[in-house]
């Protein structure tokens, strides 16, 4: 590991620590249920990446990068379909009238 | 279509199952035990192959612009919700908007639906009869142009253009 | 590191304030997907600091767990919650 590679490293750790800072205060501050999940989902996964991106830099080696890639990737994935599936939930909640519900909202 | 393509088919899309859980294998053994590393790889994906029955097919050689231009979306949509979250009027404006689907793809949509959720100041809950319930952070902000690329994008990468 | 992975830990902790306000039921479902995320993170941190790569196989249980759990979760309320 080069020393400049560590030390560069440190603007996306730090970077992805902001997000996550973002994040939270987003979920304690957004007035309503769908805009914390938009704080909560998009400052996460952005922050997942770019500390992500800075321990990748300091890896020792390629197995390491691919694990924590492939942890990336997974993060995405189910923040993407959590926060898809919470808001349809909330919705449902929110609106149980028959002529709302669609189709495939009930098994 | 003719059945020795429907075969083909077949064919191309469990070795590129296989190919993938063998690497997954050797990603978490390093490469050690493929005596059962062989047997989980043949049984895991002749079990996608039972579960997906139409598997994407997605178009490799698009699938680097489009991580390129999907990070770029995803850091200003990090930004974007960051900036609001620590401003101290909180300039939010939520609402739920609808978004006229253009693909007709299932997978296209489904992919979409997910993903605009990583997008700057959208959020989706599910999709119906041609629309994209979106819920949007801001509506005096231009959200449907991303939106829309995205789509655009993602049809690009994966629509079955035999349908 | 160790600082860097306190400091997710504690905005983790922030964000348990609002599981515990609520007040929509959603609201204390969202603080599971939050902790996966920090919690993988930290645990990818401190593999990188302490050197125990082990901690990555961890990390990667706890991303499959987050995926599962809140979909689990929240179908099981559908049917019983209302």
């Not at chain 1, 205060?25 to 991106?53: E, M, W």
């Not at chain 1, 993060?75 to 349809?88: D, I, K, P, V």
């Not at chain 2, 299932?106 to 997008?119: K, Y």
């Not at chain 3, 930290?42 to 979909?71: D, W």
Request: contains cysteine; proline residues 5%; glycine residues 6%.
């Amino acid at each position: 590991m080069t020393d400049w590679l560590a030390l560069l490293s440190w603007v996306p750790l730090l970077a992805g620590a902001f997000f996550f800072l973002a994040g939270t205060v987003g979920l304690l501050r957004f007035p309503d249920i769908y805009s914390r999940l938009h704080a909560i989902t998009k400052a996460d996964t952005l922050g997942l990446g770019l500390v992500t991106l800075g321990l990748i830099m300091r890896a020792e080696n390629w197995q390491a990068v691919a694990v924590m890639v492939l942890i990336w990737l997974l993060m995405m994935g189910s923040g993407a379909t959590t926060c898809q599936l919470l808001a349809r939930y909330q919705q449902d909640l929110e609106a149980p009238d028959a002529d709302k519900e669609p189709v495939h909202a009930r098994r | 279509m003719h059945r020795p393509k429907a075969v083909a088919v077949k064919v191309y899309a469990f070795v590129s199952w296989l190919i993938l859980h063998g690497a997954l294998w050797w990603l978490l053994t390093g490469g050690h035990g493929w005596a059962f590393g062989l047997a989980f790889a043949v049984s895991a994906a002749a079990l996608s192959l039972y579960l997906s029955r139409s598997p994407l097919p997605l178009r490799l050689h698009r699938l680097p612009g489009f991580v390129a231009m999907f990070c770029r979306e995803l850091l200003s949509a990090g930004w974007d919700v960051a900036r609001r979250a620590l401003h101290p009027r909180l300039p939010l404006a939520p609402q739920w908007l609808d978004y006229p689907l253009q693909s007709r793809d299932f997978h296209v949509r489904l992919v979409l639906s997910a993903m605009v959720g990583l997008l700057p100041g959208t959020l989706s809950s599910r999709f119906e009869d041609d629309i994209l319930w979106v819920h949007v952070i801001d509506a005096t902000q231009p959200w449907q142009d991303t939106v829309a690329a995205l789509e655009q994008a993602l049809a690009n990468l994966l629509e079955d253009r035999r349908a | 590191m160790m600082a860097l992975a306190g400091f997710l830990l504690l905005t983790a902790l922030a964000g348990l304030w609002r599981l515990l306000r609520g007040p929509t039921r959603a609201d204390r479902l969202l603080p599971i997907q939050f902790f996966g995320t920090t919690g993988t993170t930290v645990l990818l941190i401190l593999a990188q600091a302490q050197q125990q790569p082990a901690l990555r196989i961890v990390a990667l249980l706890l991303a499959l767990l987050a995926a599962v759990v809140p979909i689990a979760l929240v179908q099981y309320l559908r049917r019983v919650g209302d």
